[in-house]
């Protein structure tokens, strides 16, 4: 167990790094640090990944290392996590039958993605099923992770996702029962843990913190940061029941969304099984919203708790003292924060029910080879010495060292014969991975015909252009304008289609997951483009058909390309190579729909 453990949960909105120290009688906090990035509209990938730099080059040049162990969380929710039960099976075969599994549920071919698996912890009879865990990410995200932070000289030695590293704290630090639900909502993801015994559930649910700030500042025309301080700063008061009632609506979807995601779970449950949560922990600096604990804990009909103690933490005296410039104590007022950090640091120390590590195995390796170095230095000498022992001995001795020269040589060859082996095989599995995707093409060949079927049939995808007097649009023409203008807000615009296959959880039943990218005009509310009223518009005229057809579970259409509309169809860089676009172009909004539509077998 390392005696010292950072826990880095790098984010997109701040850095949050906590340090857990193991000692004889207790478990110490010795040191945390928070720097928030600055709120700018519109940043790109690029920009978001030079403030992570400037905070981790602030935070080292405050903190020491050292040689402690090093956890971190990624700034991307891109990750796939799945509970299946596995038959009783030989523990000589468990890894086999779990690859096996592990190609059936994750979307993704298995040497493209970093995966790892493990078991519940629930103790398992004779003949009874095992509850089993897999996590997967993509490799390229955790390499450019890793890049980052070596670039300014932080080598993480454990990846864990978000959400699984707030269950680790709240499951060592909090006895909440056998059955809750956690609700981790931050300034750019919102994660909702659904906690079933030894098992949970993950899922990311699309409205944030951000969109409760930009709320309020539309409302009130004021700056972000202005907003965001009525937001957590305003408890009481008629401000306070100002500010509410302009956040309401937003709180309604959110609780919708977490309604939505308790029926679906409990969906995917064995018959005859009762889930029963009386619980709800409140996460992430957007639950200190005004009147957000108690608003739902009257929607969901749920006791809800707040992260404000630590229970077998003791925080360091230097800990309890630091402050924030304007005074107050940065531990209690950012506490609600530093879940996911104190979990990645547990997990180092592993004190944590889950322990994945999404670093690549070939990284761990080099590195236990380069912790090794020093003994195989060492090693070294003591051999040089004994090899010029007997060089003096004489040649019974010589002759001796050239048979085991020989021996070595005889079983370097064989592993390079068994690695040529390897390749073979691994090249075959690759080939098997693909015919296995040709072959299944046939079950989904009718899916394309109803689909197809289904848009040519949508009012909104096949309006007729407008009749104009003269053929072309007068801009003096009242009419002319009125009718393009409800055209144009009557159509959908589909941008792109993709489509995967895979397992629906729960059933074990084959499903094609659609992919929709479409657009259409915003529509506005009090005269400003209003996001939710356009998502319940795609909502009805796209999506409801769609479900209505492949009897599948309805997904609300996602956000692309943050909050607020784009301009027009054309994307940035091909607006700057056409002149002669309108200048009051009509904005529009770009949306997410996907589906899982069930595939016969």
């Known amino acids: 167990m390392a005696k010292g453990v950072w826990g880095l949960d790098v984010s997109r909105s701040s850095l949050k790094a906590v340090r857990l120290q193991s000692g004889k009688e207790n478990l110490e906090l010795t040191d945390l640090e928070i720097i928030e990035y600055p709120f700018v509209l519109g940043r790109d990938e690029a920009a978001l990944e030079q403030e992570i730099k400037n905070a981790l080059a602030a935070f080292l040049s405050r903190h020491k290392l050292r040689r402690d162990l090093v956890v971190a969380s990624l700034p991307v929710h891109s990750t796939f996590n799945r509970f299946i039960k596995l038959p009783p099976v030989a523990p000589d075969r468990l890894k086999e039958i779990i690859q096996f599994e592990a190609q059936q549920h994750i979307p993704f071919p298995l040497n493209e993605v970093i995966w790892r698996y493990q078991s519940s912890g629930k ?114 008061g008629p401000e306070a029941g100002k500010i509410f009632n302009v956040i309401q609506n937003v709180l309604k979807d959110l609780t919708s969304e977490i309604h939505r995601s308790i029926g679906y779970y409990k969906s995917l449950s064995p018959l005859g099984t009762a889930i029963d949560f009386n619980k709800i922990i409140l996460a992430g600096n957007a639950s200190k919203t005004v009147y957000f604990e108690e608003f739902l804990s009257q929607r969901l009909q749920l006791e809800p708790l707040k992260i404000t103690r630590l229970n077998k933490i003791e925080p360091a ?30 997990q180092g120390l592993e004190l944590t029910p889950n322990r994945v590590n999404l670093v690549a195995e070939k990284v761990i390796r080099q590195r236990e080879i380069s912790k090794k170095k020093p003994w195989v230095a060492a090693l070294a000498v003591v051999l040089a010495l004994i ?215």
């Open 387 to 601: 090899l010029a022992a007997l060089h003096f001995s004489g040649k019974k001795e010589l002759k001796i060292l050239e048979e085991i020269n020989n021996e070595a040589q005889a079983v370097l060859k064989n592993a390079k014969q068994v690695e040529i082996n390897w390749d073979e095989e691994r090249k075959i599995e690759e080939l098997r991975y693909r015919l296995k995707e040709i072959s299944c093409f046939e079950s989904d060949r009718d899916v394309w015909i109803r689909l197809l079927n289904v848009l040519n049939n949508m009012e909104i995808l096949r309006n007729n252009a407008p009749a104009l007097a003269k053929g072309y649009v007068e801009n003096n023409n009242p009419d002319d304008l009125a009718a393009v203008q409800k055209f144009e807000q009557n159509k959908i615009w589909i941008l792109k289609l993709n489509a995967d296959k895979g397992i629906l959880a729960g059933i074990n039943k084959q499903v094609l997951t659609l992919t929709i990218i479409c657009a259409m005009v915003c529509q506005v509310k009090d005269n400003v483009p209003n996001l939710l009223v356009s998502q319940e518009f795609i909502k009805q005229k796209l999506v409801k058909p769609l479900v209505e057809e492949f009897k599948c579970e309805e997904h609300a259409p996602e956000p692309v390309g943050g909050m607020d509309p784009v301009p027009g169809l054309l994307t940035p860089e091909e607006e700057k190579s056409i002149s002669g676009l309108p200048e009051n172009k009509p904005k529009y909004y770009r949306f997410k729909v996907t589906l899982e539509i069930p595939l016969s077998q």
């Open 317 to 346: 005296a230097s800990v309890k003292d630091a402050c924030l410039p304007d005074g107050r104590p940065l531990l209690q007022t950012h506490l609600a924060s530093f879940g996911v950090a104190l979990g990645l640091a547990l």
């Open 123 to 236: 103790p398992v009879q004779p003949g009874e099923e095992m509850d089993v865990g897999i996590f997967a990410i993509k490799k390229e995200l955790v390499d450019q992770f890793s890049s980052l932070l070596a670039s300014v000289g932080v080598n993480v030695d454990i990846v864990q996702f978000n959400p699984v590293a707030l269950y680790n704290f709240v499951m060592f630090d909090y006895d909440l029962g056998r059955n809750f639900i956690i609700l981790d909502i931050g300034a750019n993801n919102t994660d909702l843990i659904l906690v079933d015994e030894e098992r949970f559930w993950i899922r990311n649910i699309p409205i944030v913190g951000n969109d409760i700030t930009k709320t309020i500042q539309q409302k009130f025309d004021i700056s972000f940061s202005e907003a965001e301080q009525k937001k957590t700063g305003v408890s009481e």
